[in-house]
């Protein structure tokens, strides 16, 4: 993470920016400030938490003081470099008051906040283009702007829609929710009074019983959130195979120990699978794709994400980069390192971008399949069943025999939009022939 550049102290006051929290980002939510108005604090001292996407960070201080303004409150979305805060520092010089509100101010216009009266600075339940020119504003902010890029949103559906954001902030739950509702006021007109005979979504009222109420953390809601944008999105198609794992089985077996001692690394089936996922992008690369309008892009990268489970019990999807690129061990080494920081609630932002395929082992839970949905903007997702011992019909050189096999079930939910079932089925059908053809001569 890099840090803001320190001004001299004997400038009396530090304007403290949001830094630069990793490649691609461009703001950041606050989540609490650890210090408020008053509060001495020292240089490294942690200051705040702040959260970009599904990855929280703690922030330091790099300058020692006393905290003279925060200028955002937790949950203000802020862009990259903006100052956040003013830090009294122990020099002689110091701004008046009315150059800091400038500085409040020039930040707040940076980010697109315009400031209502407090009557219209409650949350409205009603959509912005039913609000009069005094209450309406519109507070669009980059992540806004391209969910309504993808579902082909105007800035005049935008202003329609329901919002529950500080001061009518559009938030990307609310982008979420209109979505799945299927767009009410994608054709309306804005009206300043409410028209009765104007078609909405029906607003069934069911019974959801009673019992404990557990409130989702950040986390969770931006899972569901992105679960249900992603099921509204991707027309999803599932398809399974079943695959013979017995000899690769009895090979990791039998080499796991000796390449722990010779690599230092933990041989899981992850990495093998891995491998042979890249394997078979390598032969069907419109797999490794995502979808852009009318356009489909084909991804030159094969990075795969691996959804790897939280001790919170949330799920997380860190990416080991340019697999193909990379040999059994260093393969191995990334996706234990990942896994490692990922328990330890260690990724940072960039361990969780740029993927571009992605597999879920349902069988680490005993599931026998699992009928995944798609991590966007990629167009499929791999789930492994659990490797099970059963009786088997195989071939042999004296006809047919019942054995005892090492089975997995695979299945692959792949987007309709950019995958038919000859490209979705035969990219399956060939991770499954890697698993089962894998090389038992190679030497650790």
């Not at 912005?128 to 949103?153: C, D, V």
């Not at 959130?225 to 509204?232: C, L, T």
Request: charged share 30%.
């Amino acid at each position: 993470m890099e840090t803001n550049k320190q001004i001299p102290a004997y400038a009396g006051m530090y304007e403290f920016k949001m830094p630069k929290l990793g490649e691609s980002i461009t703001e950041a939510t606050i989540i609490t400030w650890f210090k408020n108005v008053g509060d001495t604090i020292e240089e490294d001292e942690m200051f705040f938490e702040v959260a970009t996407d599904k990855v929280d960070s703690e922030v330091p201080s790099t300058i020692s003081g006393v905290v003279e303004e925060l200028l955002y409150k937790s949950n203000d979305i802020i862009k990259i470099g903006e100052v956040i805060a003013i830090i009294k520092t122990n020099g002689t010089i110091s701004k008046s008051k009315k150059e800091t509100k400038k500085v409040k101010t020039s930040s707040k216009a940076y980010t697109n906040k315009v400031s209502l009266d407090s009557k219209d600075a409650k949350r409205s339940s009603l959509p912005l283009g039913e609000m009069s020119e005094e209450q309406r504003g519109h507070f669009f902010s980059p992540l806004i702007i391209s969910i309504a890029k993808e579902q082909h949103i105007s800035f005049e559906e935008l202003a329609r829609i329901p919002v529950t954001g500080n001061k009518c902030r559009l938030r990307k739950s609310d982008v979420m929710q209109y979505v799945k509702e299927g767009r009410p006021y994608k054709f309306s007109q804005p009206t300043t009074t409410h028209d009765p005979t104007a078609y909405r979504i029906p607003q069934l009222k069911f019974d959801l019983g009673k019992g404990k109420i557990v409130k989702m953390d950040r986390m969770r809601q931006m899972i569901a959130d992105h679960m249900v944008y992603s099921k509204h999105t991707s027309p999803h198609v599932t398809s399974y195979v079943e695959a013979d794992l017995t000899e690769l089985v009895n090979w990791r077996n039998e080499n796991k120990i000796s390449f722990q001692e010779k690599y230092g690394e933990k041989l899981t089936f992850t990495p093998l699978f891995v491998e042979a996922v890249a394997k078979a992008i390598k032969d069907f690369p419109n797999i490794n794709a995502s979808v852009d309008g009318s356009n489909i892009i084909v991804k030159e990268d094969i990075n795969i994400g691996i959804a790897t489970a939280l001790p919170n019990g949330n799920l997380i999807v860190p990416v080991v980069r340019n697999v193909d690129k990379k040999n059994l061990k260093e393969i191995a080494k990334k996706v234990n390192e990942l896994v490692e920081k990922a328990r330890n609630n260690k990724l940072k932002s960039d361990d969780i971008k740029g993927g571009t395929f992605t597999i879920s082992n349902v069988g680490t839970f005993g599931s026998v399949m699992g009928t995944p949905i798609i991590n966007q903007p990629e167009v499929a997702i791999l789930a492994m069943g659990i490797i099970k011992k059963r009786a088997e019909v195989i071939e042999t050189k004296k006809g047919d025999e019942i054995a005892i096999r090492s089975m997995m079930y695979l299945s692959l939910s792949f987007d309709h939009r950019a995958v038919d079932g000859f490209l979705g089925g035969s990219f399956l059908r060939r991770i499954a022939d890697y698993l089962e053809q894998f090389d038992t001569k190679i030497k650790i």
